[in-house]
């Protein structure tokens, strides 16, 4: 059983930053695919980012962050990052942590390939 934790949202200001933090606990962190999601009130959940397990540089951005968001992971912390700057307004949403422990063809934009989820940590933009 994995459990996932974030940390790091709140509110800020349009053009600020901030880093969300996924902790993992259980299992082997370091051969996991890790996203992140995220949920606006009224919307569907979408994809932001992912992060392959066996390569770090193989790395999956949204069209609508790539170039003003970063993920990365820190296998010895058991931890994944997303550094998010130049946030906007319609960034504001429910940031959701994802685990993807099974074996195969990974599909990293495909929330139906994971199969852990964190709670979710706010994140909002103000203008």
């Known amino acids: 059983q994995v459990q996932l934790v974030e940390s790091g949202g709140g509110l800020v200001q349009a053009g600020g930053s901030l880093r969300l933090s996924c902790a993992a606990s259980?299992?082997?962190?370091?051969?996991?695919?890790m996203g992140w999601f995220r949920q606006a009130p009224g919307k569907e959940r979408e994809f932001v980012a992912a992060?392959?397990?066996?390569?770090?540089?193989?790395?999956y951005y949204a069209d609508s962050v790539k170039g003003r968001f970063t993920i990365s992971r820190d296998n010895a912390k058991n931890t994944v990052y997303l550094q998010m700057n130049g946030l906007k307004p319609g960034d504001t949403a429910v940031y959701y942590c994802?685990?993807?422990?099974?074996?195969?063809?990974?599909?990293?934009?495909?929330?139906?390939?994971?199969?852990?989820w964190g709670r979710g940590t706010q994140v909002t933009v103000s203008s």
């Open positions: 994802a685990a993807r422990t099974r074996a195969g063809v990974f599909a990293p934009r495909a929330s139906y390939d994971y199969n852990y």
């Open positions: 259980g299992g082997t962190f370091s051969s996991y695919g």
């Open positions: 992060i392959l397990n066996w390569n770090e540089e193989n790395t």
